[in-house]
C-alpha cells in the first residue's frame, strides 16, 4: 500500500470514536447519489472512494474536498484480493484514529464490492460503528431500461465466472441477470477481456437455451444525459470471434425466460379460499400521509444529515422536543425509533421469523402511514400541505453538520500516487469486477 494511504490518520487530540459508512454512488454519474449519501459525504471527515469516471469523483470532491481515490491502490501485476485488502485497511485506519470516515463505491456498495464489504466486517469485529447505505445497481438501471419486472416470472442474478467454476443451476424458465460478462475469469486488474472464458460463458448458456434464444448485451448510461446501450442478438451470435471479443468489459447479459411455468390450479383455488387478511396491522391500506411543516423539516434532516439521525437513535425524545410537534406526530415517531435495531451479527431477517412477523410486533413500532381514523393529529394544528421541491426550513443550525473548508487540501495524499484524470467524454473505464455494482 502506498504510503501516502498508510500514514498515521489520528485526529490530534480526538477522544471520539471514529465511524464507518459505506455508500454507493450509483450508475450515472451525479444523478444517482442519494440525498442520505450527500448529506455522509459532507459530514465526513475523510471520504474515500472508488469510482467509474472522472465525474463521480468531481462531484464527491465538490461535496468533500478531502476525499482520496483509492484507485491508485491497483496494479496491473497485483491480484485484486490484495488490492480490496488495502482498500479496505485505508478506510479502517481513519476510522481507528477517531475520524467520521466515508468510503463511496460505483453502483450499489452491497454488490461486487469486496473491500467495502472486508471493512464493515473488520469494522464489526473491532467495535467501530460502521453501516452500509443503499445505492442504485446496474440490475436497477437494466429492468428500468428494458422493462423488466422481476415480480413477473423471478429473476435470477448470476456472477459470469461463478455460474462456470460452481456450475450454477440456471433457472430458464426466469427472467437471468448475469453480471460480470466482460470480466468473465478475470483475477488480476485486466486490460482486456478473456477469449476462453467467454467462449466457455456463452457455449453454457447456448446449451441451455439454443443458439437461436434472444438476448440483451446491456451498459447503463454513466454520463448525466447518456443513453445507455444495448445490443440484442441471439446467443449464437456471440460464436463470431469478433463479436464475443467485442463484450464491454463492464456489462450485463439479460436472457428472458425461455418457458412460462403453468399455474398450479388447486394451488391457486386453495389460496383463493385462504381467510382474508385481519384488519389493522400490515393488512391495511396505507392512509396518505399529510405532513405539517415541523414534523416535514424534521424528518428531512434526520434523511439528510448524519449528526441529528444518529442523536435520533441515541435519542429520540430529547431531538423530538426541540420540534414543534403535535402530540400524535411525536407519540408516531417515538413508536418507530423503538424498533429493535438490525445488528450486522443477526443476518437477513426472514418473514416468517417468529421475532418479525406483524401479529408478534408492537402495532406502535410498524412503520406504518399514519391513519387519521386511529392516530389523529392536533386539530389545533392543522398541517399545512408542503410543496416537495422547497428546501426544509426550521433546521436548528447548531445542528448542521460542519462543512469542510473548501481551501483544505486533503490530507495525506501523496501527489506522485494520484490516478491520472479520466477523460469524462471517453468510454467509462469498467475494470473491477468487484466495484461494478
Known amino acids: 500500500m502506498p504510503d501516502s494511504l498508510m500514514r498515521d490518520t489520528t485526529v490530534p487530540g480526538a477522544v471520539r470514536q471514529g465511524r464507518l459508512t459505506i455508500v454507493g454512488s450509483g450508475i450515472k454519474s451525479i444523478a444517482h447519489l442519494t440525498r442520505e449519501a450527500i ?14 469516471d472522472a465525474i463521480s469523483e468531481a462531484d464527491i470532491r465538490a461535496l468533500n474536498p478531502n476525499a482520496v481515490n483509492l484507485t491508485g491502490l491497483y496494479g496491473s501485476d497485483k491480484h485484486r484480493a490484495a488490492t480490496y485488502a488495502d482498500m479496505a485497511e485505508a478506510m479502517l485506519a481513519a476510522a481507528r484514529g477517531g475520524r467520521e470516515v466515508v468510503g463511496v463505491f460505483y453502483g450499489h456498495p452491497g454488490w461486487f464490492v469486496d473491500p467495502a464489504k472486508k471493512a464493515l466486517e473488520i469494522a464489526d469485529r473491532e ?43 440456471v433457472v430458464t ?16 486488474r485486466p486490460v482486456g477481456g478473456s477469449r476462453p472464458a467467454r467462449t466457455m460463458l456463452l457455449e453454457r448458456l447456448i446449451s441451455l437455451y439454443g443458439a437461436g434464444h434472444p438476448s440483451v448485451l446491456y451498459v447503463g448510461a454513466v454520463q448525466p444525459g447518456a443513453e445507455a446501450r444495448t445490443w440484442r442478438r441471439p446467443l449464437g451470435a456471440y460464436r463470431d470471434d469478433s463479436t464475443l471479443m467485442s ?11 425461455r418457458e412460462r411455468l403453468e399455474e398450479d390450479q388447486s394451488v391457486r383455488e386453495a389460496l383463493r379460499q385462504a381467510p382474508p387478511a385481519p384488519a389493522g396491522g400490515m393488512g391495511r391500506p396505507a392512509a396518505a400521509p399529510v405532513l405539517s411543516a415541523g414534523l416535514y423539516d424534521l424528518l428531512f434532516a434526520l434523511a439528510t444529515d448524519p449528526a441529528q439521525a444518529e442523536a435520533f437513535r441515541a435519542d429520540p425524545g430529547a431531538v423530538l422536543a426541540r420540534h414543534g410537534l403535535t402530540e400524535g406526530e411525536r407519540a408516531v415517531l417515538l413508536g418507530r425509533a423503538a424498533a429493535p435495531a438490525i445488528r450486522a451479527e443477526d443476518g437477513p431477517q426472514h418473514v416468517d421469523d417468529p421475532a418479525t412477523t406483524p401479529e408478534e410486533t ?9 391513519d387519521p381514523e386511529t392516530e389523529p393529529l392536533d386539530p389545533a394544528r392543522e398541517p399545512q400541505h408542503i410543496d416537495p421541491a422547497r428546501e ?3 433546521i436548528d443550525p447548531a445542528r448542521e453538520p460542519q462543512h469542510v473548508d473548501p481551501a483544505r487540501e486533503p490530507q495525506h495524499i501523496d501527489p506522485a500516487r494520484e490516478p491520472q484524470h479520466i477523460d469524462p467524454m471517453r468510454e467509462p473505464q469498467h475494470v473491477d469486477d468487484e466495484t461494478t455494482g
Open 392 to 394: 426544509p426550513q426550521h
Open 247 to 257: 463484450i464491454p468489459l463492464g456489462s450485463t447479459l439479460y436472457l428472458p425466460p
Open 362 to 370: 408492537d402495532p406502535a413500532a410498524e412503520p406504518q402511514h399514519v
Open 39 to 52: 448529506g455522509h459525504i459532507r459530514a465526513a471527515d475523510i471520504v474515500f472512494h472508488a469510482t467509474a
Open 127 to 169: 467495535g467501530i460503528p460502521a453501516r452500509m447505505l443503499p445505492g442504485i445497481s446496474s440490475v436497477d438501471c437494466l429492468l428500468a431500461d428494458l422493462r423488466v419486472d422481476p415480480c413477473v416470472e423471478g429473476c435470477q442474478i448470476l456472477d459470469a465466472t461463478d455460474l462456470l467454476v460452481r456450475h450454477r443451476p
Open 173 to 188: 424458465a426466469n427472467h437471468v441477470v448475469i453480471l460480470q460478462v466482460g470480466l468473465v475469469g478475470t483475477e488480476m
